[in-house]
């Protein structure tokens, strides 16, 4: 090849280059809408079992457990899918499987019972599971097409820019829908309207991400350690062990009651779902404010102990919902605000260390046996808090002082969960891209604590150079 023609690819590969980025942006702005609305916890599914269709409180636990589902059910799809074809079509091909379920499930709305609870939560358990494991799928082949493309040296950058326009889409998409189901009355029609524009703007979504005229880049890959050596290799890694059992009580207590915040909030408080809209915004904004700060101290003083400090105040305002009426809705604000602004700090910090603990020699397998214990936890904790509140409210009259007394769970379990954290040793951190896949649930469940810009922040964090 002559100097000529090299210049002439280099320049071909940078424009194509160009190009997949823009629409790399572009299609995640369209995808965010029914992306937030595939969680377990947002303004749309909450709205829809508590307020279109009144579902039991068990039923709303196993609905809100079936995305972690998906989550352990990818684990052992996603390998093989690999070996089939490329992450960019499977992305592609899962994502539109996950995109046809909704339209499915649009269409079937007004043939949902209203009048039986129980058969439409069966209706909508069969399909939201099936729909989390195409969206769990989607997720996991995105990002490891997007490591094959995107330059490691652009990232941080790129990233940083694409997750704030996203962001603005997911804001824009839970005030818009939170307006358009209260004045729509909490109609069949209104959600099927939301549901149509979403798929609109996801099928754009695809089509950019088909024509994105992405090139992998070639890595040198070293073999892998046999099976046993790893499963050695991840038994002696005992900080990554206990960090994991922490994980395993972290998921547990914010899972159980923290899906049944949102019902609270409709039922007990009389919130509409604007309200909560508007609550969750806040979170993110002032989330999104405390970051730099919260990165600083990270770097100066270590994982650990800004963790624990940033659960501390975390939890302390967590305390508020044990004693929220309608008398002191009010308080809600300065809850949220708080636990925007100090959840920030942990989730940075719980993505920070898992970088540093998982064991090189041995990822796949770490990766692997991280996601399927927490996923498992995940999704047993709101079966059973669904579970727990129907039996305790059709025991007492008093419903505001059996989720007052539930919602003690959360602080004391996640307080003495950190006795564990603090047991961890932090060793040096392992490149960022390693820990998708580890780290999946927590993506899931930023919808609970409307923390989901920070999620997509700390995924693509810039690492920086140490001398």
Do not use: E, F, H, P
């Given at each position: 090849m002559n100097a000529s023609t090299a210049r002439t690819t280099a320049l071909e590969h940078k424009r194509d280059l160009l190009r997949s980025l823009r629409l790399c942006t572009a299609e995640g702005i369209m995808a965010m809408p029914l992306v937030t609305m595939s969680l377990p916890v947002n303004v749309f599914m909450t709205t829809l079992v508590a307020k279109a269709f009144v579902l039991p409180k068990t039923t709303i636990g196993l609905i809100c457990a079936l995305p972690f589902v998906g989550n352990f059910l990818q684990i052992f799809v996603a390998s093989f899918l690999a070996r089939w074809k490329p992450p960019k079509t499977i992305s592609i091909s899962a994502a539109t499987l996950h995109l046809l379920s909704w339209v499915v499930f649009g269409i079937m709305l007004p043939w949902i019972p209203r009048d039986d609870p129980n058969r439409a939560g069966q209706m909508i358990i069969v399909w939201f599971l099936i729909t989390s494991c195409f969206g769990a799928i989607a997720g996991v082949t995105w990002n490891a097409w997007i490591q094959e493309w995107v330059p490691y040296r652009l990232r941080g950058k790129f990233f940083g820019r694409r997750n704030g326009m996203t962001q603005i889409s997911t804001t824009v998409f839970l005030l818009a829908t939170g307006w358009a189901l209260v004045q729509g009355g909490y109609a069949i029609r209104v959600f099927q309207y939301i549901i149509a524009g979403a798929v609109l703007l996801r099928i754009f979504s695809l089509r950019w991400q088909w024509l994105s005229p992405t090139r992998a880049r070639r890595h040198a890959v070293s073999p892998p350690l046999p099976l046993r050596d790893q499963a050695r290799t991840v038994w002696e890694s005992k900080s990554f062990l206990v960090f994991i059992a922490f994980g395993a009580v972290w998921s547990f207590a914010a899972n159980c009651f923290g899906p049944f915040y949102h019902i609270f909030m409709f039922e007990q408080i009389g919130l509409s779902a604007f309200d909560v809209g508007i609550l969750s915004t806040i979170a993110q904004l002032t989330g999104a404010l405390s970051l730099p700060a919260w990165g600083?101290?990270?770097?100066?003083?270590?994982?650990?102990?800004?963790?624990?400090?940033?659960?501390?105040?975390?939890?302390?305002?967590?305390?508020?919902?044990?004693i929220l009426t309608p008398d002191n809705s009010w308080l809600l604000y300065g809850m949220w605000i708080g636990g925007g602004a100090t959840g920030a700090g942990f989730i940075l910090g719980q993505f920070t260390i898992l970088l540093r603990l998982i064991p090189r020699q041995a990822k796949n397998l770490a990766i692997g046996t991280n996601l399927a214990i927490t996923s498992l936890v995940a999704a047993a904790a709101p079966i059973i808090g669904g579970n727990v509140l129907t039996w305790a409210l059709g025991r007492w009259s008093d419903a505001l002082a059996v989720y007052h007394t539930c919602f003690l769970l959360m602080p004391i379990l996640s307080l003495s969960g950190c006795l564990l954290l603090l047991r961890v040793h932090e060793p040096q951190a392992q490149p960022l891209t390693m820990v998708f896949g580890a780290m999946r649930n927590i993506r899931t469940l930023s919808g609970v604590f409307g923390l989901g810009f920070l999620v997509n922040h700390v995924f693509y964090r810039a690492e920086k150079k140490r001398p």
């Open positions: 600083l101290l990270l770097d100066r003083y270590g994982n650990k102990s800004v963790m624990v400090v940033s659960m501390i105040l975390w939890q302390a305002t967590t305390w508020t919902w044990t």
